[in-house]
């Protein structure tokens, strides 16, 4: 099977469905309570350091043997906001695959393994798609982690930067 793009793709797209399940789940449960002054301060570091970023790295495909260099990938994030419920993030990003090129808000969960945060995302369905889920792990100006998409799956990895800044629309 043909992996279907890179792994924010797979995260962005399974966020259409998550996005009304977290929406429900926010109208059945009471608010949360207020987080500490150190858990705070992740968050706020976490929002700030993953806004208008890339990651920028590679992936591999598990059973495929690699020939020369693994696969690029580039994954631009626009900006990233806690939500109320729960440890969920609204992610903004940008999706450029298939020759489409959209800007997309999906809301994804973050666990904490103290103060690194991990994006996860577990056997999510998207119609006519697949099956997605993956552990990335962000730390410092990096991320590593793993990918599937229904029996395909692998490891990626890379480095966080600065997005380039892009072009208004209106000077073209």
């Known amino acids: 099977m043909k992996r279907i793009g890179n792994l924010l793709t797979s995260i ?5 469905s998550v996005l009304f399940v977290s929406g429900a789940m926010a109208q059945d449960k009471p608010a949360e309570k207020k987080v500490s002054a150190e858990k705070q301060k992740l968050y706020d570091l976490f929002e700030k350091k993953l806004t208008n970023v890339q990651f920028k790295g590679n992936f591999t495909v ?46 994804l969960q973050v666990e904490w393994a103290a103060s690194t945060p ?9 119609p006519g798609l697949g099956t997605f889920s993956s552990r990335v792990v962000i730390y410092k100006n990096k991320y590593a982690g793993t990918w599937s ?14 997005a380039p800044e892009e072009a208004d629309p209106e000077d073209k």
């Open 62 to 107: 598990l059973g495929r043997e690699q020939k020369g260099d693994l696969p690029k990938e580039t994954y631009t994030i626009k900006s990233v906001k806690k939500l109320d419920e729960g440890e969920y993030w609204l992610f903004t990003a940008r999706v450029q695959y298939g020759g489409k090129d959209i800007t997309v808000p999906m809301p």
């Open 118 to 126: 991990v994006i996860t995302l577990t056997n999510a369905a998207i």
């Open 149 to 162: 998409h229904g029996e395909v799956g692998g490891h990626l990895f890379g480095t966080i930067e600065p």
């Open 12 to 16: 962005l797209l399974t966020g259409f």
